[in-house]
């Protein structure tokens, strides 16, 4: 699939970029796009480049990325076409983060991921001409709305294939612009980039096993005076109070490090991070992570005690979000 990239390395390679970290990524890019879709290791991926492969080209049309992602209209395509987006879009099942309308078809997500774009966008510094990284993107919904807010372009990184794969079958329909999602861990971007002006980790860093190496690498991916905009699962309590449970936490079980607000401020201050801030706390709710018609598993609903929703199923507090603000 490196057709797909070749904006992106060219880009990547150019002056003035020519003879920086970013430009020698470029060069690794080729390799790890195909290891990130191989199909040898991802046994379903040969259907889902299908499913890609089959989505109907459709009249360039309007495109709304301020205030959703919604590409057309209802009934700007006749009823086969319609039909086609539809199944193709169906055959990438479970959507995760979204959500999006494609020429009438409403990719109802099991996250209202718009809401938490809501949240944030208040708080983080403008995006406009801003070189972006969003570290674990899913299947890239907030690239599109970083795009909607005036990035030059915006870079998503994370490792599913069939978030990728999703992720160019919105990109089919919205047509070239500055965004791609690379198959990649974030421990597989260079060290030491210093390139990006804005850096989103969003819902990983409880993910990490070290999280003060995710925070380094946060770090040295941003150009100095850059910011980084982290958002996690955090507990209540004061400087020191970590929970790092033995078992699953809501039924996930690479589940590490779920850190207090001001144990988070000081591992970002201790980590280099200038002015840290936080700048949202917010209960997830079932109405903004629910199984939906597009993500049929169980969702947060089945992840908390029955008859304590204050609780996860494994009795921890249930899933609290914080979002945090910082620059270097
Ligand atoms: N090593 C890794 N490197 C990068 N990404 C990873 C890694 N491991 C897992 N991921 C990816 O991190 C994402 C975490 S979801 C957040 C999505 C979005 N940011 C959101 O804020 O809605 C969690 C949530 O739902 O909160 C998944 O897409 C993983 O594949």
Redesign the pocket.
């Known amino acids: 699939m490196i057709e797909y990239y070749r904006d992106l390395i060219d880009a990547l390679s150019r002056a003035p970029v020519a003879g920086t970290p970013l430009a020698a990524w470029a060069e690794a890019l080729p390799a790890q796009i195909a290891a990130g879709l191989s199909e040898r290791r991802y046994g379903d991926l040969p259907q889902w480049r299908r499913a890609l492969a089959q989505l109907p080209a459709v009249d360039a049309s309007e495109v709304d990325l301020e205030h959703g992602v919604s590409i057309g209209a209802s009934g700007d395509c006749d009823a086969a076409t319609m039909q086609n987006i539809e199944r193709q879009l169906r055959a990438l099942i479970p959507w995760?983060?979204g959500p999006y309308q494609v020429h009438g078809t409403y990719i109802d997500t099991e996250?209202r991921?718009d809401w938490?774009w809501e949240r944030l966008l208040p708080h983080i510094a403008p995006l406009q001409g801003r070189l972006v990284l969003?570290?674990?993107?899913?299947n890239g919904?907030?690239g599109w709305r970083m795009l909607g807010a005036g990035a030059r372009r915006v870079i998503g990184?994370?490792?599913?294939p069939r978030?990728v794969v999703q992720f160019h079958c919105i990109k089919h329909f919205v047509g070239r612009r500055p965004i791609d999602v690379l198959p990649l861990?974030?421990?597989q971007l260079p060290a030491g980039l210093e390139a990006f002006d804005t850096v989103f980790s969003?819902?990983?860093l409880y993910?990490?096993r070290s999280p003060m190496d995710h925070l380094r690498e946060l770090r040295e991916s941003l150009r100095p005076g850059g910011q980084l905009v982290l958002?996690t699962l955090v507990i209540e309590g004061g400087l020191g109070t970590v929970l790092v449970p033995e078992g699953r936490y809501a039924m996930m079980n690479n589940v590490w490090f779920l850190p207090s607000c001001e144990t988070l401020l000081s591992w970002l201050r201790k980590s280099g991070f200038r002015n840290p801030r936080v700048v949202d706390v917010c209960v997830t709710t079932t109405a903004e992570q629910r199984a939906t018609d597009w993500m049929r598993f169980h969702s947060l609903s089945d992840f908390l005690d029955p008859h304590n929703p204050a609780l996860t199923a494994e009795g921890h507090p249930a899933p609290t979000r914080a979002l945090f603000v910082a620059e270097v």
């Open positions: 995760r983060k996250w991921s938490k969003d570290v674990g993107c899913g919904y907030h990184i994370d490792p599913s978030f861990g974030i421990e969003m819902g990983v993910h990490r958002e």
